[in-house]
Nanobody, 118 residues
Framework: QVQLVESGGGLVQAGGSLRLSCAAS????????MGWVRQAPGKQRELVAL???????NYADSVKGRFTISRDDAKNTVYLQMNSLKSEDTAVYCC????????????WGQGTQVTVSS
């Protein structure tokens, strides 16, 4: 498995920005597709964005045009730049690696809280 540690969450006003980082270690050379998944209280998990080894990306419709996922393989780190944040973006954001399809991943980070105040 790959070990993942997130950072960068916090409290921000609506319309503001945050950047999440996720550092991978362990079998990081096999991290493959990496992504961000969020879960808000009372809601199902949502795949926010993923990025493949070749750099292609996918986004949830709810964040398209506002969020950008990127990766720096030299640093074994994946980022999620979140702009124009809305109150409905409030959730725990988890980094994930080794995508198995759908919402299923082999490796997960512990999560970081993002709270957007309106």
């Amino acid at each position: 498995q790959v070990q993942l540690v997130e950072s960068g969450g916090g409290l921000v006003q609506a319309g503001g920005s945050l950047r999440l980082s996720c550092a991978a270690s362990g079998r990081s050379s096999s991290a493959g597709t990496m992504g961000w998944v969020r879960q808000a209280p009372g809601k199902q998990r949502e795949l926010v964005a993923l990025i493949r080894s070749g750099g292609s990306t996918n986004y949830a419709d709810s964040v398209k045009g506002r969020f950008t996922i990127s990766r720096d393989d030299a640093k074994n780190t994946v980022y999620l730049q979140m702009n124009s944040l809305k109150s409905e973006d409030t959730a725990v954001y988890c980094c994930a690696a080794e995508w198995l399809g759908g919402i299923t991943w082999r490796s997960w980070g512990q999560g970081t809280q993002v709270t957007v105040s309106s």
